[in-house]
């Protein structure tokens, strides 16, 4: 089993509901997400969102990323040290923190369809995002040649979206939101359509990602529940309850606790395949 | 190439225009002699037109007067729908898209106190024709934008005026070349009613005029002819720098 230990929290959605023409969509949503900390590594969170089609996926998904408020309930994100009006010394790093209401920005975002200005090169697409991460500041051109090389897309900076596949442009969505320099990514359906050969990259990638930093949380919404089981270390099932209007988290599963989180072929485990099944029985 | 959707070259569809473009004229040309005067004798008329100075001259000062126009009514149009996005402003532009259902007719004379003299009549009777047009379309290429363009935005992090000026600034710059392509011919219709109310400034428009008023037909129609193949020129020339200003509407 591997060593672990749980941090401060990073993400905090308490009692979210959302409502459409007075139908609860999402009702009393609650989850957190906590900093996972393994002795020797770096290692960032990988968390999966799971649900049906229609379940309100999406919405839970707008509603993180700050693009949608909430009609009850709050977002709160663990804000960077130099924004926070009130300070507490996190326990890992010793730098003051505090919980804040998400707000468009907070979080990268990376749609289902890896949208792109149509009128900027990858090169300028990349240069505006870069240009929001005061990290950065000075270093935007090498920051961008670095990550368009580790991602292989050195090739393609002087082109414009359409002339990208769909491989490419979704590497080029997580090169801008890995420049903008937020902790929180957020997926919306990244398997969706991949063929078998891309989707070992795409994962591939997304573990790479979650390794480059203590902090950088992952959100994974998707409805390809093996592929986003297989890389993550908590997976929240979206559901709707007996006698519930609309859907909630209908149960968490903690794969660390399970011996099943940053396991090279754990899809090969019998806990897997079990896992899958009873993740199933709850949709 | 009689089914539906059918698919052809370039080249089959440049040899289908000029085809039908004989055909069209040889039936013309075949009619019996009338009023209507025969395609050879406008080819001669046009030919006199278009090796004399008097055409040229007045072609001139029209294509100044419109070119001025067009800058004049793309500014203004583009600074009420750059600001519709504003709620305190949509009101502002909603009115001047409505004000496409006013005629000229009796605002003439408005113009005229307005103005000081018939150079900016013309001027300014362009810029009200022209503005009510180019804000319609303009303000449904706005309309027509993709939310996800300003969720990528607000997700980078940038402010609402950052936002309105990366979506709708510089991602729409495109569409002002063809907004102005496709209302160029309002700007060129128009023009042969405003320089018929000022005439001693010469132009294509007041030509015409003087050779309706003889009813030289000839000479009518190889005028409308010079008139249409300069609109069918601007239209490539607005085609072609659009593609050269943004080289990803080729695409």
């Known amino acids: ?283 | 190439m009689f089914r539906p959707f059918e698919k052809i070259s370039r080249t089959t569809f440049l040899t289908l225009v000029a085809l039908e473009a004989i055909v069209f004229l040889s039936l013309w040309q075949s009619l019996p002699a009338g009023l209507i005067p025969s395609p050879l004798k406008i080819g001669e008329g046009l030919g006199g037109l278009i090796t004399s100075s008097l055409l040229w001259d007045n072609v001139l000062v029209s294509l100044v007067l419109t070119l001025k126009a067009l800058f004049f009514s793309v500014l203004i149009t583009l600074l009420f729908s750059y600001l519709s996005v504003v709620p305190f402003f949509r009101p502002i532009a909603q009115f001047i898209i409505k004000c496409r259902y006013l005629t000229l007719t009796g605002l003439i004379f408005i113009f005229t106190l307005l103005t000081r003299d018939g150079s900016q009549l013309k001027l300014s009777l362009l810029v009200f024709g022209i503005v009510p047009f180019f804000t319609t379309s303009f303000m449904s290429v706005i309309l027509q934008t993709n939310a996800q363009e300003f969720e990528l935005c607000q997700t980078l992090g940038y402010t609402r005026w950052q936002c309105l000026y990366e979506v709708i600034i510089v991602g729409k710059a495109d569409q002002v070349f063809e907004i102005v392509r496709q209302n160029f011919a309002i700007a060129w219709m128009m023009i042969t009613m405003v320089e018929g109310l000022s005439m001693s400034e010469g132009g294509i428009g007041t030509l015409l005029i003087k050779y309706n008023k003889y009813n030289d037909l000839v000479h009518v129609i190889a005028l409308q002819t010079v008139i249409f193949g300069l609109g069918l020129f601007f239209d490539y020339l607005l085609g072609i720098l659009r593609h050269w200003f943004f080289p990803y509407t080729k695409l």
């Open chain 1, 1 to 283: 089993m591997t060593i672990y230990s749980r941090g401060e929290t990073l993400l905090q959605v308490k009692d979210l509901s959302l409502y459409y023409d007075n139908k609860c969509i999402l009702c009393d949503i609650n989850f957190s997400i906590d900093d996972i900390i393994r002795p020797g590594i770096q290692q960032g969170q990988v968390v999966s969102v799971i649900g049906r089609s229609g379940i309100g996926k999406t919405q839970l998904f707008r509603t993180l990323s700050g693009l949608q408020q909430p009609d009850k309930g709050q977002i709160l994100v663990r804000a960077s040290q130099d924004t926070t009006p009130f300070k507490a010394p996190s326990l890992r790093t010793g730098l003051p923190w505090t919980l804040r209401p998400v707000h468009a920005g907070d979080m990268g975002v990376i749609f289902q369809n890896y949208y792109q200005f149509g009128w900027r090169t990858i090169e300028q697409s990349l240069r505006l995002a870069a240009h929001r991460n005061k990290t950065l500041k000075g270093m935007e051109n090498d920051a961008i040649k670095e990550y368009a090389a580790q991602f292989g897309l050195s090739d393609v900076l002087k082109r414009y979206p359409r002339q990208l596949s769909g491989g490419q442009q979704q590497r080029v969505s997580i090169i801008q939101q890995l420049l903008k320099g937020s902790d929180f990514l957020l997926l919306d359906e990244p398997f969706s359509g991949l063929d078998v050969c891309v989707l070992d990259k795409v994962v591939s990638l997304l573990l790479k990602v979650s390794l480059s930093h203590e902090f950088k949380t992952l959100i994974i919404v998707s409805h390809d529940i093996p592929t986003a089981v297989a890389i993550s270390d908590t997976v929240f099932i979206l559901g709707k309850k007996d006698g519930q209007e609309g859907s909630t988290i209908v149960r968490t599963i903690d794969l660390m606790e399970r011996g099943l989180a940053w396991e090279k072929n754990v899809a090969e485990r019998k806990e897997f395949a079990e896992t899958i099944r009873e993740i199933k029985l709850c949709l």
